[in-house]
């Protein structure tokens, strides 16, 4: 079967850290640009940042830069999300996603929750 | 910065209706890289159409995208109680964000 899976979410204080992953079976991720996307609750999709296949091309979302680090691991066939300086707003669902050019976001995991509250 | 404007909010509608969904765009934006989900409650989104008019795998030939340059359109041509969910237009491509629109609900009437 065909899946992506994010792991990693869970509750922290305002100004905390966390590290999310997303492991893919029954497909490789080499070969595809990936992606996170988020939805805050109650709300619609937000994309947060997209990484190529080689990791050369970075590209975030404004209210993430400098404080979101996206990153991959072929080897692996996973991707990652290091979160820091995590504000309230934060707080939402976290989806991966393949980007499958020209088709969009073919692939997506389940999603993970992260809640940022004292 | 590109910015999606859906409408209407939400839609009204019984089944076996038409549904008519549009995406306008800030600046003008490629054919090929207009994509719109759908997404169902507590459940991830689903690639429906993408490069503006093409079904994704799987997805039935009542769901059919037309448009370009600023102005997109989702058509649903007689509602099945399945396709009462959530839908994004999204464009992608070389310049980034990769912005979502805000969504339209289909809900029954």
């Known amino acids: 079967e065909v899946q992506l899976v994010e792991s990693g979410g869970g509750l922290v204080q305002p100004g905390g850290s966390l590290r999310l992953s997303c492991a893919a079976s029954g497909l490789t991720i080499s070969g595809f640009s990936m992606n996170w996307v988020r939805q805050a609750p109650g709300k619609g999709l937000e994309w947060v940042a997209v990484i190529s296949h080689s990791s050369r091309t970075i590209y975030s979302v404004d209210s993430v830069k400098g404080r979101f680090t996206i990153s991959r691991d072929n080897a692996k066939n996973s991707l990652y999300l290091q979160m820091n300086s995590l504000r309230a707003d934060d707080t939402a669902v976290y989806y991966c996603?393949?980007?499958?050019?020209?088709?969009?976001?073919?692939?997506w995991g389940q999603g993970t929750t992260v809640t940022v509250s004292s | 910065e590109i910015v999606l404007t859906q409408s209407p909010g939400t839609l009204s509608l019984s089944p076996g209706e038409r549904a008519t969904l549009s995406c306008r765009a800030s600046q003008s934006v490629s054919s090929s890289y207009l994509i719109w989900y759908q997404q169902k409650p507590g459940q991830a989104p689903r690639l429906l159409i993408y490069g503006t008019s093409n079904r994704a795998t799987g997805i039935p030939d009542r769901f059919s995208g037309s448009g370009s340059g600023t102005d997109f359109t989702l058509t649903i041509s007689r509602l099945e109680p399945e396709d009462f969910a959530v839908y994004y237009c999204q464009k992608y491509g070389s310049s980034p964000p990769w912005t979502f629109g805000q969504g339209t609900k289909v809900e029954i009437k």
């Open positions: 996603a393949r980007e499958n050019v020209p088709s969009g976001m073919d692939v």
